[in-house]
């Protein structure tokens, strides 16, 4: 049976006909660019993420720009940012000239380690980027702690955990900035490119929107240098659509990674990530060296909502990650490698100073480990049991029965 990694055909086309009606209601009103469909998503968008001010914009990248550039970070300024993450975040660190350097994960959660963090502040840092990847909130508490003790503003990069909280906070709102995005595989997944930008901060939400029309207000009067981050109506309309959906989509996500955990557990060789091991590369190593670990679960805290964007294994041992990739694809199976390069491995980044590239060893690990298996919410138990008993196969574990 073929499973693959993402049907978006199997989310949107049940709400063809609500779709067909939003597209209907743009098209005969004429109002393309920032029309009313907008301004009703995003105050729906800031009610559902508790955020006082959420403006739509161009795409998750552009989130993440518009936010640096409301901050004037620039030239002479470092930010810190995860190593292992999607280009996104430090491709716009980059485009503002600012400096990103890069800072290790942990092999917990794969999120920002804030004690390696701390050991790369310089008298030039201005912010900080933890990064919610894979959908499971970074550890906020120390990230503010240490923003707070270094006056460092902070730039959430939630683009793949819109609705995931940690400690009952959503992701995104707890810094300066929150940036999300409706890219198609993300978990509300929009119709083409398009993002989210909140924050709780009056000035800022007013520079931001400013700056969201190429810096004029009003129109053809610049007092800044803007860009244009505009959010498409149409975008907006359909998105609105599938919005009341998503506590669904989100609750059906984390039954499926409930079941892979439950059904994966018991196979030989594959072991849950432990927490009490979190951001302690070294220790986690040793551990998992020690369990003769084959395969490693992923697990969602205790303190986190996990919204479960990917699903994602660490496949221990020289060249096994790819052995299980090539496996799960021969048999149709759809799987992906985020990510294969960290960061500091860029080749567009090796001319950033060594002091922004040094010490990312976990980052480098996981780039070789990683690999994420079907996750959304339409999957079958046909589909699942399938992935686990193609992964049982590599393993050369028995499968136990579905309802045993």
């Excluded at 989210?196 to 800044?224: E, Q």
């Amino acid at each position: 049976m073929a499973v693959p990694l993402l049907d978006v055909n199997a989310q949107n086309l049940p709400l063809e006909a609500e779709l067909e009606a939003a597209f209907r209601r743009v098209l005969h009103h004429g109002r393309f660019i920032l029309g009313p469909e907008v301004t009703s998503f995003e105050k729906a968008a800031a009610e559902m993420l508790g955020a006082k001010h959420a403006l739509g914009v161009s795409s998750g990248t552009d989130a993440l720009l518009l936010a640096f550039m409301a901050l004037d970070l620039g030239p002479g300024d470092e930010v810190l940012c995860p190593s292992f993450t999607f280009f996104a975040t430090a491709g716009t660190l980059a485009r503002t000239g600012a400096t990103p350097v890069f800072v290790d994960v942990c092999p917990v959660c794969f999120n920002l380690d804030v004690a390696d963090a701390r050991r790369k502040i310089t008298d030039k840092t201005r912010a900080i980027v933890p990064v919610h990847l894979f959908g499971q909130s970074a550890d906020m508490d120390a990230v503010n702690a240490l923003a707070g003790e270094h006056d460092l503003h902070v730039i959430e990069d939630a683009a793949q955990a819109i609705g995931a909280r940690y400690r009952g906070q959503a992701c995104g709102t707890m810094g300066d900035f929150g940036c999300y995005s409706f890219f198609p595989s993300k978990n509300l997944g929009g119709f083409g490119d398009g993002g989210l930008l909140v924050t709780n901060d009056d000035d800022l939400a007013d520079r931001a929107t400013i700056l969201r029309v190429h810096g004029g207000r009003p129109k053809y009067y610049h007092h800044l240098v803007g860009a244009n981050f505009r959010f498409d109506t149409l975008q907006a309309a359909m998105l609105k659509v599938k919005l009341p959906h998503y506590a669904d989509y989100t609750a059906k996500r984390q039954a499926n990674a409930a079941y892979y955990t439950e059904r994966l557990r018991p196979l030989p060789g594959v072991v849950e990530a432990d927490p009490g091991h979190c951001r302690c590369a070294e220790t986690q190593s040793e551990w998992i060296e020690k369990s003769e670990a084959a395969l490693v679960l992923p697990v969602a805290y205790g303190h986190n909502e996990h919204i479960w964007n990917q699903y994602t294994i660490r496949v221990i041992g020289e060249g096994r990650r790819d052995a299980l990739r090539d496996f799960l694809q021969s048999r149709e199976i759809g799987c992906e490698i985020y990510y294969p390069v960290t960061m500091d491995q860029q080749p567009c980044f090796q001319d950033l100073p060594e002091s922004s590239r040094q010490r990312c060893e976990m980052a480098h690990r996981l780039a070789d480990e990683v690999l994420s298996i079907p996750i959304y919410p339409e999957l079958t138990e046909a589909q699942k049991d399938e992935v686990v008993s193609a992964i049982a196969e590599f393993v050369d574990a028995p499968v136990a029965s579905s309802h045993g």
